[in-house]
């Protein structure tokens, strides 16, 4: 029996660094009542739902093919630390730093939940998130993003100090024609053909 191919969506994806802790004024804090708090660890139940909420809009799926004990691993590993935005009390956002090296921290994923979008939060995050990552004696810190993820987040983590460093096309099958995700998920990028 032959398995159909899933048709799959051309992604650029962009390398970015930063070699030093960015000299400048942090934007301001959200007017609203916050917290940035760390999950120490975050429990698997509560990644997921952190996970899939942000990401479900940018197709993320990488994490969702992870299974319970993986993700586990990965939550209580010393080098993972999630910090959570909270914002009058209500998960607002996360960001996820992994410490590759010694030398070099990885913001391996960041991003608002749908109903915080477009408040201003997300520069205050992100940029919370570098000084965390900056506070250990480090000398690079790294982000990917790539075309499925918001449209302005290239320009996001260049204005915050990341430079590019590299840049690869992938092919990816839908998430959305293989049942990973449901069809009318991200309604602004077009299914794969």
């Known amino acids: 029996m032959n398995a159909v191919a899933v048709p799959e969506l051309a992604v650029t994806v962009t390398q970015l660094e930063m070699t030093s802790k960015p000299l400048r004024?942090?934007?301001?804090?959200?007017?609203?009542?916050?917290?940035?708090?760390?999950a120490e660890p975050a429990t698997v139940s509560f990644y997921r739902y952190l996970y899939d909420t942000v990401g479900a809009n940018w197709l993320w799926t990488d994490r969702r093919e992870w299974d319970d004990?993986?993700?586990?691993?990965?939550?209580?590993?010393?080098?993972?630390?999630?910090?959570?935005?909270?914002?009058?009390?209500v998960p607002a956002g996360f960001g996820e730093l992994?410490?590759?090296?010694?030398?070099?921290?990885?913001?391996?994923?960041?991003g608002l939940l749908p109903d915080f979008i477009g408040r201003r939060l997300g520069p205050f995050?992100?940029?919370?998130?570098?000084?965390?990552?900056?506070?250990r004696p480090i000398r690079r810190m790294t982000?990917?993003?790539c075309t499925l993820d918001h449209p302005k987040a290239l320009a996001h983590y260049q204005r915050a100090g990341f430079v590019p460093y590299a840049q690869r096309q992938v092919r990816k099958p839908d998430p959305r024609l293989?049942?990973?995700l449901p069809r009318d998920t991200a309604p602004h990028i077009p299914l794969a053909v």
Not at 76 to 87: A, G, I, K, Q
Not at 98 to 110: H, I, K, P, V
């Open 25 to 38: 004024t942090p934007p301001p804090p959200p007017l609203a009542r916050h917290l940035l708090m760390r």
């Open 69 to 89: 004990e993986r993700l586990a691993d990965r939550l209580s590993d010393e080098r993972t630390d999630v910090y959570v935005l909270y914002v009058d009390g």
């Open 98 to 110: 992994f410490q590759e090296g010694a030398d070099t921290t990885d913001l391996a994923y960041f």
């Open 125 to 135: 995050l992100l940029w919370s998130l570098i000084d965390l990552a900056w506070s």
């Open 143 to 145: 982000v990917d993003t």
């Open 178 to 180: 293989t049942g990973r």
